[in-house]
C-alpha cells in the first residue's frame, strides 16, 4: 500500500506536473536568465545571495508548478479570439516583490527571503517572452515556440545596462509586458525565433537584476543597500506609471 502511494506520488511529480509546467519559458530557460542576472549584480550582492541560489531557483519555478493566475498579461491579440479575463499577473507579481522587502527589513534569513524573490522573478521573466503579451496560441503552439527558446551566450553578446529603481512593481509589470509584445507578432508568424530570444533574453536578465536590487534597496534604504549589499545609486527608473494613473493600459482591441 506504501509503496503503491509512493509510486503515485512520484507519477504526479514527475509525470503530471511537468506537463502544466511549461505554459513560459521552459524551466531550463528561467534558471539560466537568472544565473546571468547572478553574474552582473554587485559583488557584495552576489557573495550574499549565491550560497542560497538553489531556493532562489526553487522559487523562481513554483510558479509553474502551482498554478493559481495566469502569468500573462494579454495586450497584443494573435488571431482575433476573445481576449482573455483581466490578468491578475501584475497584482501576484506585486504581492511577492512585497512580501520579499517586508521579510529583508524584519531581519528574516536571506534563504526565506531567496525564495520569494524568486517567485516575484518567475513573473518578471515570464513578461519578457513575448508570447505572455499577446493571445490567441494554442498550448501546443506555445511550447512549440517556447522550447526553442534557449539563448546560451548573453555573456558574449550583451552587457547589463545597471540598476534600474522600480518605481511601482504593478507598473512595472505592465511596461515589461507593453514592451515585449511588440516582439509578439514576429515571433508567432515569422518564427524568428533567434533575434526575438536574443532582445527578450537580454531585458529579462537586466530586469531581474534591477528587480533584485529594487527589492533590497526599498527595504534598506539607499545607504543601507550600498553598505551591505554595494548596491549602487540607480542609473534610472521602471515602472514609474507613465503609461496611465493605474498603469494598465487601456483593454486592447484585437
Ligand atoms: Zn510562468
Known amino acids: 500500500m506504501q509503496r503503491v502511494r509512493g509510486a503515485a506520488l512520484l507519477f504526479v511529480m514527475f509525470v503530471l506536473l511537468p ?3 511549461s505554459w513560459a519559458w521552459n524551466l531550463t530557460g528561467h534558471r539560466w536568465i537568472a544565473l546571468d542576472a547572478l553574474t552582473v549584480l554587485p559583488a557584495p550582492m552576489k557573495e550574499a545571495l549565491t550560497p542560497h541560489a538553489s531556493l532562489l531557483l526553487a522559487g523562481l519555478l513554483e510558479p509553474d508548478f502551482n498554478r493559481v493566475v495566469s ?3 494579454p495586450i497584443v491579440s494573435l488571431r482575433g479570439t476573445p481576449p482573455p479575463p483581466r490578468s491578475e499577473a501584475a497584482d501576484t507579481f506585486k504581492r511577492f516583490a512585497v512580501d520579499a522587502e517586508a521579510m529583508i527589513r524584519l531581519g528574516r534569513g536571506l534563504d526565506e527571503v531567496a525564495f520569494v524573490l524568486g517567485q516575484a522573478t518567475h513573473f518578471v521573466q515570464d513578461l519578457n517572452q513575448p508570447l505572455h503579451g499577446a493571445w490567441g496560441e494554442t498550448r501546443a503552439e506555445h511550447h512549440e515556440v517556447e522550447d526553442q527558446m534557449l539563448y546560451r551566450s548573453w ?7 545597471g540598476f534600474m529603481l522600480i518605481k511601482d512593481y504593478s507598473c512595472f509589470a505592465y511596461s515589461i509586458a507593453e514592451k515585449s509584445s511588440r516582439h509578439a507578432r514576429t515571433l508567432f508568424f ?3 525565433i533567434e533575434r526575438v530570444t536574443g532582445l527578450a533574453w537580454d531585458q529579462a536578465v537586466n ?6 536590487q529594487s527589492v533590497f534597496w526599498r527595504a534598506l534604504g539607499p545607504e543601507r ?4 549589499y554595494g548596491i ?3 542609473v534610472g527608473e521602471l515602472g514609474s506609471g507613465s503609461l496611465s494613473a493605474s498603469c494598465e493600459p487601456s483593454r486592447p482591441a484585437g
Open 71 to 73: 502569468h500573462k498579461i
Open 155 to 161: 555573456r558574449k553578446n550583451h552587457t547589463y545596462r
Open 207 to 212: 530586469d531581474t537584476a534591477s528587480l533584485w
Open 225 to 228: 543597500a550600498w553598505q551591505v
Open 190 to 192: 515569422d518564427r524568428q
Open 232 to 234: 549602487p545609486a540607480p
Open 19 to 21: 506537463l502544466g509546467s
